[in-house]
């Protein structure tokens, strides 16, 4: 049971390079999402996908970019990273009101 | 009135203790209120949940305690142990939008021998 996949784990970037963080999950779930995770702040909404096919900005998406490429699959896009940018990033999805998550991506903006 | 505040923010409890995490919120819409628990270096899961129809749900050594009238909510682990070491978001969302589940900012907890 893989439940929810992300890559990569680890990433170092430049200031204003770009890159593309990989989701996918295997439960068959409609709904998805990007959040990341700062120290004190909890979970932050980015963007989320409520069903194949359509996208919806969270509570903190200037910067990002994301697509919903199948049902499987959701990614989320950095175009130009910025420091404030350094964070944990964690996709999930969700059945009803039971969210899963994967194991996160640690990205690091220098 | 979309913020739901935790605290402590870290805690530390002697092995066979009681530990204590305590949230309020404003919104009165939500009606759901569940906890995640998030070990180092994994994603939050699943703990315990709880609906305002309720004052208490237990699941083993985990309780959560509810008071509608004050909006507040906890969690209580009975006999801590080293294992239950992780860090504990406390979130409420309503059925009208699971999408938007507000997450609180996290308790660290550390269980010593």
């Known amino acids: 049971n893989a439940g929810v996949t992300q890559t990569p784990k680890f990433q170092v970037l430049k200031t204003g390079q770009s890159m593309t963080l990989q989701c996918a999950q295997d439960?068959?779930?409609?709904?998805m999402y990007w959040y990341r995770q700062d120290p004190g702040m909890g979970l932050r909404l980015i963007y989320y996908s409520a069903s194949e096919g359509t996208t919806d900005k969270g509570e903190v998406p200037n910067g990002y970019n994301v697509s919903r490429l199948n049902k499987r699959e959701f990614s989320l896009r950095l175009e130009s990273a910025a420091p404030s940018q350094t964070s944990v990033y964690f996709c999930?999805?969700?059945?009803?009101?039971?969210?899963?998550f994967g194991s996160g991506t640690r990205l690091t903006v220098v | 009135q979309q913020q739901v505040k935790q605290s402590p923010q870290s805690l530390i409890v002697q092995k066979g203790g009681i530990s204590i995490i305590n949230c309020a919120y404003e919104n009165t819409a939500f009606d759901y209120f569940p906890w995640y628990q998030q070990f180092p270096g994994k994603g939050p899961a699943l703990l315990i949940a709880i609906r305002p129809d309720v004052s208490e749900k237990k699941e083993g050594r985990f309780t959560i305690s509810f008071n509608k009238s004050a909006k507040q909510f906890s969690l209580h682990i009975m006999d801590s142990q080293p294992g239950d070491s992780a860090t504990y978001f406390c979130?409420?969302?309503?059925?009208?939008?699971?999408?938007?589940?507000?997450f609180g900012p996290g308790t660290s907890l550390s269980v010593i021998p």
């Open positions: 999930a999805s969700r059945t009803l009101n039971s969210y899963t």
């Open positions: 979130a409420a969302s309503s059925g009208t939008s699971y999408d938007k589940v507000i």
């Open positions: 439960m068959n779930h409609n709904s």
